[in-house]
């Protein structure tokens, strides 16, 4: 088990829709789109874009604090596209370690709101898991990590 967590989600870049979300987990990096954060109309939504980032990883939050205690699988999405999403599967046995593998799901972005995306969680059952995209941690330290990011998220502005 990895003492610290490798899991970083951030911009790299301020300006444009595609391609300017990077989320980094172990070895592995992949490049994301905001487009749908500004599609995301909820009456939930803050404005700019760190503030919705930051709304995404105060839900991941509340979701792995979930699993404190009693443990479980909880879905955590991070890449919105057309015609599907990638989550983060986060699985607990004990409440105390975790596993977070990335992966698929052909749940398409359009039908889900970033802003709340909680209720849609549960209909992932086609999870397709991306080889080299796992690490292993405590639940503390992954809300740790997921609580830095929320911060530098939101400190990027618009």
């Known amino acids: 088990m990895s003492a610290e967590v490798v899991l970083h989600f951030d ?16 070895r592995y990096e992949q490049r994301c789109d ?29 979701q792995v604090a979930g699993l404190g205690g009693g443990g479980g699988t909880v879905y955590l999405p991070y890449d919105f596209s057309d015609r599907c999403t990638a989550w983060l599967r986060v699985t607990s046995a004990d409440g105390e370690i975790a596993e977070v593998q990335a992966g698929w799901s052909l749940i ?19 999870f397709e898991p991306i080889p080299g995209a796992r690490v292993e941690c405590s639940l503390i330290a992954l809300a740790a990590r997921i609580d830095a990011n929320r911060a530098t998220l939101e400190a990027t502005g618009p």
Request: hydrophobic share 30%; no cysteine; proline share 6%.
């Open 11 to 26: 911009r790299v870049r301020t300006k444009g829709s595609h391609d300017d979300l990077r989320l980094r987990r172990g």
């Open 34 to 62: 905001s487009y749908y954060f500004a599609l995301d109309d909820s009456p939930i939504v803050p404005g700019g874009l760190g503030l919705r980032l930051s709304r995404l990883l105060e839900q991941w939050n509340s």
């Open 108 to 126: 398409e972005a359009w039908g889900i709101h970033p802003s709340d995306y909680r209720s849609t969680a549960p209909a992932v059952t086609d």
